[in-house]
């Protein structure tokens, strides 16, 4: 007798009629079940019995999202596959809040769509996976933008969103000028606490003994020039989010005492017996390798576990450069209306010369450069020559140019720069194909094409 697994049954929802047909035909042809709606009602109306939705976010009445709050109250909704123009952090984040498995920006790598699919199908096995991100509190809208296009950067905006809707430590890891206090802020916004204090602590900026009374507050006559009570940081929080700026920086003795605070939700100010609860919820924030540290014995390994529920690791600039316009764009908006400035335009040298340098202090880097330029610009147009960054050399590396001093190829150039990052990765391909922004197949092909292998230099 025949027993063949059951077929697993796919809903595509899309208002234009060629998408349809065009996924319709090719996950019949992966052998899928395929049914389809081409509006919000009938998207809403034929998810029963669908395992997963593939979801437009434009659609005839209602949008992609009320699709998405209406089916969260379901006790066994389809697993939820956003596919939509729609390029944005807030969309994103809004998305993974109301319980998206996962978000395809249009145009789609139909590698990476049958991919997406397949694991969308396999999560359902094993888990329920819609709930960890239904949000139940209001939706929400992040004060700070994390600008890019790139698939790391999507991916941060999908932390954001996952994270946002727990009040859960994170840890956000990254090289200075990454941006981690904007991931704390937009995680902190994005919650259902976003009107609660979002409290800072630069643990750099403080001397230990200063830190201390800062984190935990103090009573009069505590110590030398303790004249009045003063709460801490941790109180100032309240129920809102603590964020501790540059963890890794803080003394052994402050570590165990912090330890403590995350173990047992209590602290007492200096000088004072009395117990306080802590109700905040904690985001710290490093640059520094806090694995190695651990390993030096200058990190508690305990805090770092603590503290680590959930890591969210930025990239640095030089591995996301094809994200440089979209910034300077969104860079140049604010710089022109902090100085009162209209510099509009920007040549395509000037951001040629942009993406080609290397940015060691990254988005903050680039932000100082661009606010400078801004300063000097004459007019409206940001040329290569009002830039002030030194000779273009981003990685150093004078196989750039050969013997002759001619350049190379586009094609040289792109087998160059794909056996760099695999080397960045340690051929690490999942890693591989986020800095890149393709697919696992891409790559895969891409390394057969060029003979690469895993001595390859960088």
């Not at 190695?292 to 603590?306: H, P, S, W």
């Not at 340098?357 to 147009?381: F, S």
């Not at 273009?392 to 720069?417: F, K, N, W």
Request: with cysteine; aromatic share 4%.
């Amino acid at each position: 007798m025949d027993r063949r697994s059951p077929v697993s049954r796919i809903l595509i929802v899309d208002d234009d009629r060629s998408i349809r047909r065009t996924l319709e035909k090719f996950l019949g042809a992966e052998g899928y079940e395929v049914a389809t709606a081409q509006d919000a009602p009938g998207a809403i109306a034929a998810a029963d019995g669908a395992e997963v939705m593939l979801l437009d976010l434009g659609l005839p009445g209602g949008s992609g999202f009320d699709v998405l709050a209406a089916l969260g109250d379901r006790t066994r909704p389809p697993t939820i596959v956003v596919v939509t123009a729609r390029d944005d952090m807030q969309s994103t984040v809004k998305a993974i809040q109301l319980g998206a498995y996962e978000y395809l920006v249009k145009p789609v790598d139909i590698d990476r769509l049958r991919a997406v699919v397949k694991s969308a199908l396999a999560s359902r096995n094993t888990r329920d996976h819609l709930e960890e991100f239904i949000s139940h509190a209001a939706e929400a809208q992040p004060s700070g933008v994390i600008l890019g296009k790139s698939a790391v950067i999507r991916e941060v905006w999908k932390q954001i969103g996952a994270v946002s809707t727990t009040r859960a430590p994170v840890l956000i890891a990254g090289e200075s000028g990454t941006g981690k206090e904007l991931v704390a802020r937009a995680i902190h916004t994005a919650s259902a606490d976003r009107e609660r204090p979002f409290i800072a602590v630069n643990c750099t900026a403080l001397a230990p003994g200063i830190l201390e009374s800062e984190l935990f507050g103090h009573v009069k006559g505590a110590f030398t020039g303790a004249v009045a009570d003063r709460p801490g940081r941790l109180e100032l929080a309240g129920k809102g989010t603590l964020f501790l700026d540059e963890i890794a920086e803080i003394p052994m003795d402050l570590q165990a005492k912090l330890l403590r605070v995350l173990q047992e939700r209590t602290y007492e100010r200096v000088g004072d017996a009395r117990t306080m609860q802590l109700e905040a919820r904690v985001i710290a924030a490093t640059h520094r390798d806090l694995v190695a540290m651990v390993a030096k014995g200058t990190f508690r390994e305990d805090l770092y576990y603590r503290l680590r529920v959930v890591e969210i690791a930025l990239p640095p600039l030089r591995d996301r450069a094809g994200d440089i316009p979209v910034l300077v764009e969104g860079l140049l908006a604010k710089i022109n209306r902090d100085l009162g400035k209209d510099v509009r335009y920007v040549t395509p040298a000037a951001l040629a010369r942009l993406q080609a340098h290397a940015w060691p202090g990254n988005v903050r880097e680039l932000e100082n450069t661009l606010t400078r330029a801004v300063v000097l610009a004459k007019g409206d147009v940001l040329d290569e020559t009002g830039l002030p960054i030194g000779a273009v050399q981003p990685q150093g590396d004078p196989a750039d140019v050969d013997a002759e001093g001619s350049l190379p190829t586009l094609r040289e150039i792109e087998r160059r720069h794909i056996a760099r990052v695999l080397v960045h990765t340690e051929w690490n391909k999942r890693r591989a194909c986020a800095i890149l922004d393709i697919s696992r197949p891409t790559l895969d092909r891409k390394i057969e094409e060029y003979g690469l292998r895993r001595e390859e230099p960088a």
